[in-house]
């Protein structure tokens, strides 16, 4: 038994409540159902209104893909989040990188490792470890590692995002870079783009 914490209207504070996760696969993400606690006494149950669904999820753990010769890892699906956001972590290689595009939400990209080249508009921005950028929707960017980068990526709303990853790429056998990269199907990638809002400048 593990505790959390929920809200008590009624005394105005945070109490601890419990969740079994006795039954969890060892391999499994540790999610659960948090609620808001309306009457004073009464359990969290599912069923109860819900705040949303809880990640708890470890380094190795969650859906993996190799894309556009890039391991991109989904830490928090737009399932789990209920639509608000998708959050992905994505190593790539230099001289990588995805090609002009926009979103249909917001993006925000943080630098956990490696440089990169921010172009953003009609602007370019070079980022180091600690970098952080917010794109607003509708904006035309891309950026290229100057060396391998991993970047940890938060698209708001979610909007189905990491299922156009899914889409685009093929699931990683390893959280590994894939052996070799070979050149995009860049008019499928275009094609599976448009089914999520996301818009891909095709090369000239």
Sequence with gaps: MHERSVIDPVNSRWRPTRWNVEDRPATAP????????????????????MAGTVVARKPAEGDAFW???????????????????????MTIPEGMGPPPH?????????VLDGTLRYHIGEETVEGEPGSIFRIPAGVWENFEPTSTARVLVVYSPGADADKFFAEAGERA????LPPSAEPPDVERLIAAAA???IEIRSPA
């Design 30 to 49: 540790l999610t659960f159902v948090s609620c808001l606690v309306r009457v004073k006494g009464k359990t969290c149950e599912k069923g109860d209104h």
């Design 67 to 89: 894309v556009l010769g890039g391991l991109y890892e989904v830490k928090v699906s737009s399932e789990e989040s209920g639509g608000e956001m998708v959050v992905m972590q």
């Design 102 to 110: 926009t979103h249909p939400g917001a993006e925000t990209v943080y």
């Design 173 to 176: 056998p390893v959280r590994d």
């Design 195 to 197: 089914r999520y809002g």
